[in-house]
């Protein structure tokens, strides 16, 4: 079942009281996941492994930072302009200052996002 596409959550609700945000983000960080930017496609396995399938360097994204510290800062105000990342489903929005909602999810929750490369 699919877990990220083309960046982005698509976590289905039956799915999430299975799979905490959490471990989710645990399973990405343990295969050298650091933003969701990084991600073609994440997929739950029948067996409950998790394939990941990366983009190559050159094709990274701007993503949903998944490592603790950053993640950690999301906000509910945005204060500077800016590419910011839903915390609930990854979609990406170019923000101005002010309370913005989802236009995926309808969340109001957002954090910086970021493209760094993959450290093999």
């Known amino acids: 079942m699919d877990i990220v596409e083309d960046s982005v959550m698509v976590i289905k609700d039956d799915i999430k009281d299975s799979l905490s945000i ?4 645990a399973e990405l960080r343990d295969k050298g996941v650091e933003h969701l930017g990084q991600v073609r496609a994440a997929i739950l396995e029948t ?5 990941v399938f990366f983009y190559p360097e050159e094709e990274i994204k701007y993503g949903l930072p998944i490592l603790p510290h950053a993640y950690q800062q999301h906000v509910d ?3 500077r302009e800016g590419l910011y990342a839903c915390i609930y489903c990854g979609t990406l929005a170019q923000l101005s200052a002010g309370r913005h909602r989802c236009r995926r999810c309808s969340h109001d929750e957002w954090v910086p996002a970021m493209n ?4 093999s």
């Open 116 to 119: 760094t490369k993959r450290i």
């Open 47 to 51: 067996n409950g492994s998790m394939s």
């Open 22 to 25: 959490d471990e989710f983000f």
């Open 77 to 79: 105000v945005i204060n």
